[in-house]
């Protein structure tokens, strides 16, 4: 195949002209499909199953992940500014918009780590049952003096039921895979300061490329999962 | 300077461990890989053995019930993930660029990361032997059996997240693969004349890819029940066990055609070769490969038929599993179209392909006889299905296995195996294989149900059981016959040359072994079966290279990825990673960091050291 | 030419655009959800079909999917649509038993 590349190790000619790495990570992306879409199918076979609560509409919040959602989908538009600005060989922008969706993305990861926490703590306004079929457990004093509601724990873990078990694993795995995401923009925007970023602009920015299509990747799950765990789970139930 | 090193190095070279642990020569990998899954094989033929052993009288005492359940489940995850799935990785490498005409894989150093971690997979998965408690619930291992406190041992953890770690090798090795097979195609080698071998190598991977989420979220679901006490297959919280055998079997579906497919392979390509004929159909044969892969995922509840799922569910996969004949039985033909009216050589490669035909056959048959449900509901668990099984996977997979090692030793070491040592080697292996399992039938259909460490007297099963035992150990005889003859061979073979065969494809025109660089000169593809067209064609004018042609070339001008420490590094983090994850989370995390450092460095390090010339 | 045949990619101002177009259905969403439960019935469609669209939107201008080579669509497709497959599949089989 006629070549006139100067790089040294050229012999990179492919049958079909597509870059082996960007070719892997669209593969390695239909793979994440099914991995996915295995823990999604997992959460609605088990959705409403659960024996106890609290269930999703007892502690999503869909203000608080609305604004999440919204922070994650932001970050794609960064991503893919930084990506344009460094395959016309804009090393100053590019390094402003990767820095700017790492930091949206780690805002993401707060907001998760937020949530996560606020669903352990939750608490919840119970009706206080008639004095005699009241548990042991139920704090005395909570239902004392006639009151007839009365607060408790209603936490949610990991642990609680299917709902958190399935909650968590889902979210958990896609928080992970943000996490990943944040650490690969971070190290392209360190590595961008090595011998002034030609190394990510030689190749017509296909470094940036690769974590662009995998950060885009992450935020369509999230999409998926906002719409089917948030806004039907809790119109559902 | 890049030394030329076969794939089994020279004592004159100067190679050493070191060469192999830095290796990213696919032919080099592929060894590794054939090395490995033989040893594994072996271990999992012994495992056999002493299970047969106990199951030759009734009432046998040689082992305890606890022992035998370990046994059959690490024979079952031993053969299919440590031997048969590794031993078609094998042939993947040694043969796939060869064949298309490309100098190593598409990512050398990834196809070294997928040998290292499937390798410390192994060692997680058999730690159990080490520290007294393997898995023990069968392969499939059924939740809730799976769960912690049901099963305490750290056997299933083994089993957790050894799979897992297996898991990654496949995905990181299939991806290589179907990258290397769509994009490293020699100039000419249109997907339409790809060798069969190439196109079911693709849909194996794809199969691979698609097919290993599946499991592993599975897994995943169930360490977080067994470690962090979640509930995903916990009753008592309203979980369903059930869906712990549907991602099983979502995966384990595929996954049987991930063993199969590359056989279907090694067979398209030893008889067209040994019958001098071209592949009958060949069109026919590739799509019903596709076809099969694509199948491969509307069955898989077939294997739940005694589940209860209902009679449409019943129904609807007993049709599309009966649909699978179809394609299947389209390939047998064509095999055997292309037999007939050939001149036929009956060396020992086609010896083992045409045994897989009839062994096939066989299995394929009592396969239909299951895909009908209300038959199945007496076949369930019986040693109908280990009939059926094993006729399919050793009479298939690994009678294929053992074709495509006498086919292309030569290739690889320069040495053929001895064909006198391997006609005994073939029909010991038949003799045996037959003895051993066809009795099974006959067992399963009077009612003796599998997994059960022994049975009582005067059931009327100590005949046949004695029988199958036999068999079993001639048949582990005759693989020792095997080791002998390849060990023998690789010193003492008589030297092949380039071409002993009178091959087809592109691997022959070279030199056996291969120079590193494959091709001296990327050759130019003008029709299917490419070598072929080169020395006997109808004048394309395309002149094979000489032998000798390659000898001043060595090298010259061609860069081929330099060796790596980083591959295994990095793989090594996931191992220790692995292990912390069954015993200490802090561990996890050093392995975490150790796999972390070597990507970095890894990206950083270029494919081919700069100065290498 | 060499690495990888770059199609002529959108410019940013279409990135803003859809930008633009994703937060505003995300504002929809929101709203939508807390609208009348009387209209509980039509969310979950509602939903469903904006969901949809902003995947589709990532994945055709962000992704360049819509400008690129034919075959990542194949990968991405086939995987999304073998997930979708799993999934059905699954609920209904799910639901035959419940």
Redesign the interface.
Known sequence: ?E???AA?????????????R???I?????????????????Y???YG????GPGPADVLD??TT?VS??VL??S??M???SY?AI?KGDVKRFRVWILCTAILGSTFLGFQFFEFTEFAHHHQEFECPPALDRPAQYPDTACMDGATHYEANYGLT??T??F???FF?LTG?HGAHVTVGVIWLL?LFGYSFRRRGEDLIR??G?NV?LA??YW??V??VW??I???VY??G???A | MATIAGVFSRPTRPTGIWAWISTVDHKKIGALYGVTAFVFFLVGGLEALIMRLQLARAEHGIVSAEVFSQLFTMHALTMIFLAIMPLSAAFFNLVVPLMIGARDVAFPRLNAFSYWVFLLGAFILQTGWIVGSSPNTGWFAYAPLTAESFNPSKGMDFYVVGLGVLGVSSVAAALNFIITIINMRAPGMTLMRLPVFIWMTLVTSFLLVTAMPVITVGLIELYMDRTFGMNFFNVDAGADVILWQHLFWVFGHPEVYILILPAMGIISEVLPTFSRKPLYGYPVVVLSGITIGFMGWAVWSHHMFTVGLGPIANSVFAITTMFIAVPTGIKIFNWIGTLWGGSVDLKTAPLFAIGFIFLFIVGGLSGVMHAISPSDAQQQDTYFIVAHIHYVLFGGSIMAVFAGIYYWFPKATGRLLSERVGKWHFWLTMLGMNLAFYPMHFLGLDGMVRRNYTYPEGMGWDFWNMVSTIGAFILGFATLIFVHNFFRSLRKGEISGDDPWDGRTLEWSIPSPPPEYNFAVIPTVHGRDAFWEQKHGSGHGVHAPAGGAYDHDEGHGIHMPSPSILPLITSLGLGIAGYGLVYSFPVAILGAAITMFGTYAWSMEPATAPDEH | MEHGRHPAHPTPMTYLKVAAILAIVTFIEWAIFFAPESMDSIKLTVFSVLSVMKFALVVMFYMHLKFDERLFSMFFVGGLTLASGVIIALLVLFQALL
């Open positions: 195949m070549h006139t590349e040294p190790h050229a012999e990179h000619a492919t049958t079909t002209g597509i870059d082996h960007k070719m892997l669209w593969a390695f992306l239909g793979s994440e499909c099914m991995f996915f879409g295995s823990l999604i199918a997992t609605l076979v088990y199953q659960s024996i106890s869909i203000n609305t959602t919204f989908l932001m794609s538009l991503m893919v500014l344009s395959s990991p642990r039921n299917l958190g078990s399935t694993t795995f190290s190749d017509g296909l490329d662009a299509l885009h990747f935020d369509i999409i998926v906002f719409t089917v806004l039907i809790v119109t559902v």
